[in-house]
T-cell receptor, first 110, second 112 residues
């Protein structure tokens, strides 16, 4: 039981490049989330998916898109990366209220 | 809107007790959480308390909830160097579209 996994662990992009952050969970959880963590800002919710087939915006959705591919996978896409998107990105999943987090993806946009 | 406040830093000596405080604004919150983040790692669920409880104890951890003052605390007894981390308080608000609202985290430094 791997829990929540994220790929890649690290990524460096140039401004304007695109990429997709992958997240998968093997706990059969209905809900999945994407957060970004910046120094002094705590965790901010980007998007979430309450169940397969649904997605909703969180606090900071601009510049991102998401796909809930199936119950296990929830991906986050940056279509045109900007330096302001340099951050650590965490995926989480939840069977109800309690959330369980992945190890994070560290993204640097130059 | 919902807001969760924590002090940013706490420093304690090894063996002492640590108390990390948190205030929240949504009086109808159902669950309140404490997460721990070690350097370079994700958030690990430490403990949680349901809103109809005043206290929860789990080994060295004690969570106290004062609903009247909307105050949550985490006490770590006999603090060890391995407890050095960032501790996040989080609530589930009863309104809005944000499933969990996090505080900015308290960085606990344990001095040997």
């Amino acid at each position: 039981n791997a829990g929540v996994t994220q790929t890649p662990k690290f990524q460096v992009l140039k401004t304007g490049q695109s990429m997709t952050l992958q997240c998968a969970q093997d706990m059969n959880h209905n809900s999945m989330y994407w957060y970004r963590q910046d120094p002094g800002m705590g965790l901010r919710l980007i998007y979430y998916s309450a169940s397969e087939g649904t997605t909703d915006k969180g606090e900071v959705p601009n510049g991102y898109n998401v796909s809930r591919l199936n119950k296990r996978e929830f991906s986050l896409r940056l279509e045109s990366a900007a330096p302001s998107q340099t951050s650590v990105y965490f995926c989480a999943s939840s069977p109800g209220e309690t959330q369980y987090f992945g190890p994070g993806t560290r993204l640097l946009v130059l | 809107g919902e807001d969760v406040e924590q002090s940013l830093f706490l420093s304690v000596r090894e063996g002492d007790s640590s108390v990390i405080n948190c205030t929240y604004t949504d009086s109808s919150s159902t669950y309140l959480y404490w997460y721990k983040q070690e350097p370079g790692a994700g958030l690990q669920l430490l403990t949680y308390i349901f809103s109809n409880m005043d206290m929860k104890q789990d080994q060295r951890l004690t969570v106290l909830l004062n609903k009247k003052d909307k105050h949550l605390s985490l006490r770590i007894a006999d603090t060890q160097t391995g407890d050095s981390a960032i501790y996040f308080c989080a609530e589930i608000p009863n309104s809005g579209n944000t499933p969990l609202v996090f505080g900015k985290g308290t960085r606990l430094s344990v001095i040997a």
